[in-house]
């Protein structure tokens, strides 16, 4: 297969991947929507399962095909593109104050995966303890969404006392009508998720395929072209969330993507290659040590100072800047 088909798969896979994304999105927040949780539970949930299914298939493929480094290299790069790149924009252009009690589990958790996973670079695999510790990390991260859900529902009485929707309101509501909203979300989901398998398998093969054509590395490609290709979905809500003025969406739906791509992604990869992954010394030194600094810059000041600042988003794009240049240059 020559460059330029190899580049026009790639680029296909990509479209596929970000629509289907976007179709899945759709379906999963109008199930949110309709159950009345909370912004922020519903960007670290719903929404985040979502958008992190292009990682999970795309990470997934490549462990059960053998390319360990595109896997990983997809998994820890998509942690740096949403915190380095996504969640900077996000900071530059929403900057202001949180409530730390609303990010402060969910931040420790986000920060002890990608703690483990650094250690795991050192010891130069992930091994069952490790994805059994990523594992602990996640349910302690379910866990925590389902208590906030049931904290925030509406109790009973509530909604007794609640007053009545508007007669008009309630005849629009008819059986066709929801049944037709129903069909269209269905289809929406159904199709979102061909596109994001498609797309992934296309990221996957035509990825490999760049990196044999250009001569470099698997793991170049997994943490540049492939993670941000499946951040994408996670740049659509950013910027959707930006223009609509919902930071709580923006950075919910990023920390719970994040913890997702690391106590998920690469312990679901480690059980598809039916072993320990091994971690090559270029991610022990590099991309493992840069994604737990972007969480870090992103995170601790802002839970010390209960605010998210602008400078924070400036600093998280010249790391992730000076990331790419160093991993473009190591190739």
Do not use: H
């Not at 190899?6 to 629509?19: E, M, P, Q, R, S």
């Not at 530059?92 to 609303?102: E, Y």
């Not at 072993?275 to 972007?294: G, N, Y």
């Amino acid at each position: 297969m020559d460059l330029a088909t190899t580049i026009v798969l790639f680029a296909l896979g990509v479209v596929l991947v970000v629509k289907g994304g976007d179709l899945f999105v759709d379906a999963a927040s109008w199930i949110a929507e309709r159950s009345g949780i909370p912004k922020l539970i519903i960007g670290a949930t719903v929404v985040s399962l979502a958008t992190t299914m292009p990682e999970m298939l795309v990470s997934a493929m490549a462990a059960a095909q053998g390319k360990v480094d595109m896997s990983i290299g997809n998994a820890v790069g998509s942690v740096t593109a949403n915190v380095g790149l996504i969640m900077a924009l996000a900071l530059l252009c929403m900057p202001g104050a949180i409530r730390r009690r609303d990010y402060l589990l969910k931040s420790i958790l986000m920060l002890l995966a990608a703690a483990l996973t650094a250690l795991c670079g050192l010891q130069g695999e992930v091994n069952l303890p490790a994805a059994l510790g990523l594992f602990v990390i996640f349910a302690v991260f379910l866990w925590e969404n389902i208590r906030e859900a049931k904290k925030a529902a509406m109790p009973a009485s509530a909604r007794a006392a609640a007053p009545a929707a508007p007669a008009a309101a309630q005849a629009q509501d008819t059986p066709a009508s929801a049944r037709r909203v129903l069909i269209v979300n269905v289809l929406k989901f159904i199709f979102g998720a061909a596109g994001i398998i498609a797309g992934a398998q296309l990221l996957v093969d035509n990825g490999s395929e760049l990196a044999r054509l250009a001569g470099v590395p698997e793991r170049v490609i997994g943490v540049t072209l492939v993670a941000v290709g499946t951040s994408l979905p996670e740049l659509v809500t950013t910027i959707t969330a930006i223009v609509k003025k919902q930071s709580a969406l923006s950075v919910g739906n990023i920390l719970g993507a994040n913890i997702l791509d690391l106590t998920l992604i690469m312990p679901l990869a480690a059980l598809i290659s039916g072993k320990a992954l091994p971690i090559s010394a270029a991610f022990a030194r590099v991309d493992l040590p840069v994604c737990l600094l972007v969480g870090l810059i992103a995170l601790v000041p802002a839970l010390v100072r209960s605010r998210f600042s602008r400078w924070q988003g400036g600093a998280l794009l010249a790391v992730y800047a000076a990331y790419l240049v160093v991993t473009c240059t190591m190739a």
